[in-house]
C-alpha cells in the first residue's frame, strides 16, 4: 500500500527534515505519525502524496514510485490517495455541495452524477441537511467534514490528514475523529499527522509511528512484535 524505503528530504536552506526514513502500511491500517513540531510529519506526507520528491530513497504507494512517476501523471496517484489539511482548503463563498461538487468535476466525472454523488459523500461524513450552506455559516467541524468529503470524491485506497483537528475544540475533534475511524473500518488506511498524543491514547488499537528530528524512533507495530504481538 504505502512503503518508505531509507527516505530522506532536504531543503537547501532549512536543510534536513526527514532523515533515512523507512516503514510501510497495510491496506486498511491507521496510523498516527506523531512528533513536536518540526518532526518531519508534514513533509512525510507530502512526500506520500508527491506534493513533495524525496532526496534520497524511494515512496511507493498504490503501485506508484517517486523514482518512475512524472510529473504529470502525478495526478493518477492523488486519484489513490486522499488529503486532508488542517486549514480545511474550502472554496469560500460557495456551498458544502458546491465543493464537493467541484471535486467531482474537476475528476471528469459525468456531470449528470455529480450533483447525487456530491450529495450521498456529504451524508456519509454526517452533513447531508448542511449541503446547502455557505462555508462560512459552517461551524469548524462542519467545514473539515466537508474536507473529508471532497477528499473522498475518487474512492481513495488511502486518506491522508495532516493534523486534520488542530483547529478544533475538543467536541469537534471526537466528532471528526469518530469520523475518521468509521472510514477506517469500511478498509480505507488512514494515515493521519498529529502532535495531540492525549487523543492517540484515545485509540489504542491504532499504529504509531514518531518522528523526532526528521528521524523515525519509534514504531507501536514493531514494539507489538518483539512483545509476542501484546498491546
Do not use: C
Amino acid at each position: 500500500m504505502i512503503k518508505l524505503e531509507k527516505v530522506s528530504k532536504e531543503y537547501p536552506r532549512r536543510g534536513h527534515a526527514v532523515r533515512g526514513v523507512t516503514f510501510e502500511v497495510q491496506k486498511g491500517e491507521f496510523v498516527f505519525l506523531t512528533g513536536h513540531s518540526g518532526s518531519g510529519k508534514s513533509t512525510t506526507l507530502r512526500m506520500i502524496h508527491l506534493a513533495e520528491r524525496p532526496s534520497e530513497g524511494e515512496v511507493r504507494v498504490s503501485g506508484f514510485s517517486s523514482d518512475m512517476v512524472k510529473d504529470s501523471d502525478v495526478w493518477k496517484l492523488r486519484r489513490r490517495v486522499g488529503m486532508v489539511f488542517q486549514d480545511f482548503r474550502l472554496l469560500q463563498g460557495r456551498t458544502a455541495l458546491e465543493n464537493v461538487a467541484f471535486a467531482l468535476e474537476v475528476t471528469a466525472s459525468r456531470s449528470q452524477d455529480i450533483t447525487a454523488r456530491a450529495q450521498r459523500l456529504l451524508s456519509q461524513v454526517g452533513l447531508a441537511a448542511k449541503s446547502g450552506a455557505l462555508v462560512h455559516e459552517l461551524s469548524g467541524g462542519e467545514q473539515q467534514r466537508v474536507a473529508i468529503a471532497r477528499a473522498l470524491v475518487t474512492d481513495p485506497v488511502v486518506l491522508l490528514a495532516d493534523e486534520p483537528t488542530g483547529n478544533l475544540d475538543e467536541r469537534a475533534t471526537r466528532g471528526i475523529m469518530d469520523l475518521f475511524w468509521d472510514i477506517n473500518a469500511m478498509g480505507m488506511a488512514v494515515v493521519m499527522a498529529t502532535h495531540d498524543l492525549e487523543m492517540v491514547r484515545s485509540y489504542p488499537k491504532a499504529r504509531t509511528l514518531e518522528l523526532d528530528q526528521g528521524k523515525l524512533v519509534y514504531d507501536s507495530a514493531a514494539v507489538g512484535s518483539r512483545h509476542g504481538g501484546a498491546t
